[in-house]
């Protein structure tokens, strides 16, 4: 009998966490229908609607899955171009279900060969901001389209002239600025007006932001895809379009040459690999932080039974913010482009580590300066990237995140081409104890050299289930956030046994060590549980964390299950 009363409060307990569980809402005038799908042959999750159609556009013609993350790749290039494109790079995890095994492409930009530590300095070594934010010295080399490329080479069957249609189509035809476009034109357009090409493309003529309703036509881009269609992108990083890249960057004093577009090369990388609960997590590793520090937070937390306490208790968000802020002054101290220097990933992901971490929670705030890290100031974060996830009834899953850094980043849209290059160079740390636009504090191990990638937080996810099969992947936008974001999304499926819709529209919270407070997004956390970790010794504050998680389930009855993230204008679909 009172084994019988306690699973009786255990599960009432249970039901009452989930039934008082905060979610984030619909956008106003959207559909549930337009975020979350079901299917069996294929789903599809990307952060819009054209881009979703392209890949289902591939799909329905007799395309793979590869050509369909192609197809979407260079569509969301066009319907994001505040957020990516052709002129940026990033990160794609596949699971090859033939092979049976997990790949990463890693199409993140390199710095230039003329590039060096102090390239952002003044000449007291004090960060010069603005020059590694705006103009032309911004822009690393560009490899998304290389990446890109390579994967149709190796894994697609359709020309690629046929899986790029779609995104010529909406380039050439335009379509109407949706909301988040909108946003960021106008807080962008003083940027994008001293550059004529982003001001002709992008604003009006008295360089005015063109607003949400209007029609947005890319014809250069279109121009400049169907070229690269034509030469397998050859034309990209060795003729025509390459010149022009090339020639934008003289004019506005960037250090890119034709030498380092001949020079770029895309890494095919072994995962990092980790394990939660039995579930193997399969993730992005260096240049990237994400995978190693998701993986060294769910180690940290694995032994601490946080379902008996609920995903939105305060016990919870102070355990799980802890292990966010150890985190990342780990990444302040180690991380950076493992061809370059040798990072501990080892140790950082090893479960005696996370032990040893996991002592270090108390009943109270960590303060930061019992971290070993100088601390700098941080300056104001912006939302930048998009992600898209994609699976088919084979089993075979790709997933990928993709950017130009902050929006529309360098503001530089190559001359003739419709390409908006990337601001990545701002990702390298300046200096030691240096800040990137997102608040990351960079170390040694992340200064500017040449050739080398700078350090990122993009995380395409792939999770397995107990039998050793992946049946859970996603990934999001939004800079330091996107690896918190992505481990919370996993630590509710796995630990809080959440359905997909609730793990990913869950509120979400984020601490990445300085500065000394928990930043959650809307609808927040209920009054009793901020009063809570107010007298632990947090200060709370409420601002979006920016993530868009896309997101694909294999249910246990077979079923594809799709959930493209309720914050933005994203979309699901699935046959």
């Known amino acids: 009998m009172i084994k019988i009363f306690l699973l009786i409060v255990f599960v009432f307990g249970m039901s009452c966490s989930s039934k008082n569980l905060r979610q984030a809402q619909l956008i106003k005038g959207k559909s549930k229908d337009q975020y979350e799908a079901y299917g069996t042959k294929y789903m599809i999750s990307t952060q819009g609607k054209a881009t979703t159609e392209a890949a289902k556009y591939v799909f329905d013609r007799g395309g793979n899955i590869y050509d369909a993350a192609v197809a979407a790749s260079f569509a969301i290039s066009v319907e994001r171009p505040h957020s990516t494109g052709i002129g940026g790079g990033g990160f794609m995890l596949i699971h090859n279900a033939m092979t049976k095994k997990d790949v990463a492409y890693d199409f993140r930009e390199m710095a230039p060969q003329k590039s060096h530590s102090k390239m952002f300095l003044d000449k007291k070594g004090k960060q010069i901001r603005k020059k590694s934010l705006t103009g032309a010295l911004a822009s690393g080399t560009p490899g998304l389209v290389a990446g890109v490329i390579r994967v149709h080479k190796e894994l697609g069957s359709l020309s690629l002239k046929e899986v790029m249609q779609p995104a010529i189509d909406l380039a050439q035809k335009g379509f109407k600025i949706y909301p988040a476009l909108a946003v960021a034109i106008k807080a962008k357009a003083d940027d994008l007006c001293r550059f004529s090409d982003a001001k002709r493309i992008f604003l009006n003529s008295n360089c005015s932001a063109k607003k949400e309703g209007e029609l947005l036509v890319q014809k250069d881009l279109a121009k400049t895809l169907k070229k ?128 040893k971490l996991q002592n270090k929670i108390k009943n109270k705030a960590i303060n930061s300066k019992e971290l070993p890290v100088d601390l700098n100031k941080i300056l104001k974060e912006s939302d930048h990237t998009t992600h898209f996830t994609l699976m088919d009834s084979l089993g075979n899953i790709v997933t990928s995140t993709q950017t130009i850094n902050g929006w529309f980043g360098s503001s530089v849209v190559a001359k003739g ?111 009793n549980t901020e009063s809570h970790l107010k007298k632990m010794g947090y200060k709370i504050n409420h601002k979006s964390l920016g993530c868009k998680i896309q997101a694909i389930m294999r249910e246990g009855d077979g079923r594809l299950h799709g959930v493209s993230d309720p914050r933005e204008e994203g979309m699901s679909f699935g046959l």
């Open 228 to 355: 690269i269609a034509q030469t397998n992108g050859k034309a990209f990083y060795y003729g025509d379009i390459g010149k022009k890249i090339i020639a934008s960057q003289k004019q506005y004093g960037g250090n890119m040459r034709m030498s380092d577009l001949n020079n770029y090369v895309v890494k095919k990388r072994k995962p990092i690999e980790g394990s939660y609960r039995g579930h193997k997590i399969v993730s992005m590793p260096p240049p990237s932080s994400g995978g190693t520090h998701i993986i060294q937070i769910l180690n940290i937390l694995e032994g601490l039974n946080l379902r008996q306490y609920g995903a939105q208790s305060a016990k919870s968000i102070h355990m799980t913010s802890a292990a966010m802020q150890m985190a990342f002054a780990d990444r302040a101290k180690h991380m950076g482009d493992s061809d370059f220097k040798p990072i501990p990933i080892k140790k950082l992901i090893s479960k005696k580590y996370a032990k």
């Open 417 to 527: 081409t419709g390409i908006v290059m990337n601001n990545e160079m701002d990702d390298f740390a300046s200096h030691v104890g240096g800040v990137n636009l997102f608040g990351a504090i960079g170390g040694q191990n992340n200064l500017v050299e040449p050739m080398k990638r700078p350090l990122s937080s993009m995380s395409p996810t792939i999770v397995y289930d107990k039998k050793n099969k992946p049946f859970f992947a996603l990934g999001t936008p939004s800079g330091t956030r996107i690896l918190t974001c992505v481990m919370q999304t996993i630590l509710n499926v796995l630990e809080y046994e959440m359905p997909l819709w609730e793990a990913v529209s869950a509120t979400r919270y984020h601490h990445q060590w300085y500065p000394e407070e928990i930043r959650v997004g809307p609808p927040f956390f209920d009054s």
